[in-house]
């Protein structure tokens, strides 16, 4: 073996769940809850990649902060959804929050606010109903997509869901 230094691979942390860690990935967060919901116009789909930005819209679209521009971008929405378990261990929707993108697939060009859509995933992580924005009909499109997905997790999902959804 050479006197040259070893250099350590880095590999996943596993961070305990003692509350006293401090050290690296204390910070990280547990996305195995969570899920997103594309809303292109009429149509709602489950799209696992858009938690990485890869989502069948996004996907070739280069993103500007600037709404400006991307004038002819058609508003798609990126709807994260985090699942629970009640007492009783039965899986239910528990937090939902919607962040508004806009993409033109012709010009490959798209606008959105990273920050706005990581804060808003943390949301319904933390179990939050976040809707505001959503027309009637992209409500009625992601209540038919949660409800097509399970119909049952839709029955033990807050009032608040149900109702921000009706």
Not at 38 to 62: F, L, N, P, Q, T
Request: with cysteine; proline share 2%; aromatic share 6%.
């Amino acid at each position: 073996m050479s006197d040259e230094k070893k250099t350590e691979k880095l590999s996943l942390n596993i961070v305990p769940k003692k509350r006293d860690h401090k050290g690296f990935g204390a910070g990280s967060i547990n996305l195995s809850n969570l899920s997103s919901i594309i809303i292109d116009g009429d149509e709602a789909y489950v799209d696992i990649g858009a938690i990485h930005a890869k989502s069948k819209v996004e996907r070739g679209i280069k993103f500007t902060t600037e709404r400006s521009e991307v004038p002819n971008g058609r508003k798609c929405w990126v709807v994260w959804v985090a699942v629970d378990r009640t007492e009783q261990g039965e899986a239910y929707y528990a937090g939902v929050t919607a962040c508004e993108m806009a993409i033109d697939t012709e010009a490959k060009r798209g606008w959105k606010i990273l920050a706005h859509h990581v804060n808003l995933m943390d949301y319904a992580l933390k179990r939050r109903i976040i809707l505001e924005g959503l027309s009637e009909t992209e409500r009625a499109s992601l209540k038919r997509a949660l409800i097509a997905n399970n119909e049952e997790m839709w029955e033990r999902s807050p009032e608040e869901l149900k109702q921000g959804l009706s």
